[in-house]
């Protein structure tokens, strides 16, 4: 009979400590569901973050244009011109890894032959361009401006731009959600109500502004300028924002 009455507690203990286990997993599994649910109250609120830029590279591109009838001589001059131009640009200690050949054309002109019925090659045109960073700004005119004198007869597409912009986009966005929360805990006191936990946020980048400045092309052909003055480039700061928006749940 003791025995019995033993394995009776032995038994009914385990059946508690399984039901003890049994139910705090079922309300752990409710509470996991009960938050995964889209809140029913809530509230929206969207904030601007903005930083002030100032750019610390300047990149833009230049070209030698040639036109002749024989390719090879073509090349021989091109390839000569762009040389002396990259040695130039070393002497104005720019980096070879800031130095790059962004492209490499040449092309056959055409014309049409009204008698004999049929296009002819009269000629070719050889493009080649290279694309340049300037880390310096102080040289940025004075390159530009002695460019044209060693045969570059095309030079366009300056910008300005920051090398480490997700810095510039944290600071921003740090800001915009910093406004987003005073916002929030504002609204939610003037409502006699309480900020709970985030439900959702988003960002909309405003996009990091690039500083542009308008090229400049010498002369056709191969022909460039016998001299160029040396262009006063004003780099100026720029803004970057970054807008949010975030749900709130309030109690």
């Given at each position: 009979?003791?025995?019995?009455?033993a394995?009776?507690?032995?038994?009914l203990n385990?059946?508690l400590?399984?039901?003890i286990i049994?139910?705090?997993?079922?309300?752990?599994?409710?509470r996991?569901?009960?938050?995964?649910?889209?809140?029913?109250r809530?509230?929206?609120?969207s904030?601007?973050?903005?930083?002030t830029?100032?750019?610390?590279?300047?990149k833009?591109s230049?070209?030698?244009?040639?036109?002749?009838?024989?390719?090879e001589?073509?090349a021989e001059?091109?390839?000569?011109?762009?040389?002396?131009?990259?040695?130039?640009?070393?002497?104005?200690?720019?980096?070879?890894?800031?130095?790059?050949?962004?492209?490499?054309?040449?092309?056959?002109?055409?014309?049409?032959?009204?008698?004999?019925?049929?296009?002819?090659?009269?000629?070719?045109t050889l493009?080649?361009?290279?694309?340049?960073?300037?880390?310096d700004?102080a040289?940025i005119?004075?390159?530009?401006?002695?460019?044209?004198?060693?045969?570059i007869?095309?030079?366009s597409?300056?910008?300005?731009?920051?090398?480490?912009?997700?810095?510039?986009?944290?600071?921003?966005?740090q800001?915009?959600?910093?406004k987003?929360?005073?916002?929030?805990?504002?609204?939610?006191k003037?409502?006699?109500?309480?900020?709970?936990?985030?439900?959702?946020?988003?960002?909309?980048?405003?996009?990091?502004?690039?500083?542009?400045?308008?090229g400049a092309?010498?002369?056709?052909?191969?022909?460039?300028?016998?001299s160029?003055?040396?262009?006063?480039?004003?780099?100026?700061?720029?803004?970057?924002?970054v807008?949010?928006?975030?749900?709130?749940?309030?109690?």
């Amino acid at each position: 009979m003791d025995t019995t009455k033993a394995w009776f507690w032995k038994l009914l203990n385990v059946t508690l400590v399984v039901i003890i286990i049994l139910g705090g997993l079922s309300a752990l599994s409710l509470r996991r569901y009960n938050n995964s649910l889209f809140p029913a109250r809530t509230i929206y609120v969207s904030a601007e973050g903005k930083t002030t830029v100032s750019p610390d590279i300047a990149k833009f591109s230049f070209s030698v244009v040639s036109e002749g009838m024989d390719p090879e001589k073509l090349a021989e001059d091109n390839n000569s011109k762009i040389n002396k131009a990259i040695d130039y640009l070393k002497t104005q200690n720019i980096e070879s890894k800031d130095i790059k050949t962004a492209g490499y054309d040449l092309s056959p002109r055409y014309e049409y032959d009204e008698t004999k019925r049929r296009s002819f090659i009269s000629g070719y045109t050889l493009t080649q361009t290279i694309f340049v960073k300037i880390r310096d700004f102080a040289k940025i005119g004075k390159i530009l401006g002695g460019l044209p004198n060693l045969g570059i007869n095309q030079i366009s597409g300056l910008t300005f731009e920051v090398e480490d912009q997700d810095r510039y986009l944290n600071d921003a966005r740090q800001e915009a959600f910093e406004k987003a929360y005073a916002k929030a805990k504002a609204m939610a006191k003037q409502n006699k109500v309480r900020i709970k936990r985030v439900v959702t946020f988003s960002e909309n980048q405003g996009g990091y502004p690039i500083g542009r400045f308008a090229g400049a092309e010498y002369g056709k052909g191969g022909d460039v300028m016998t001299s160029a003055i040396a262009p006063t480039i004003e780099p100026g700061t720029q803004e970057v924002t970054v807008n949010v928006t975030v749900t709130y749940e309030i109690r």
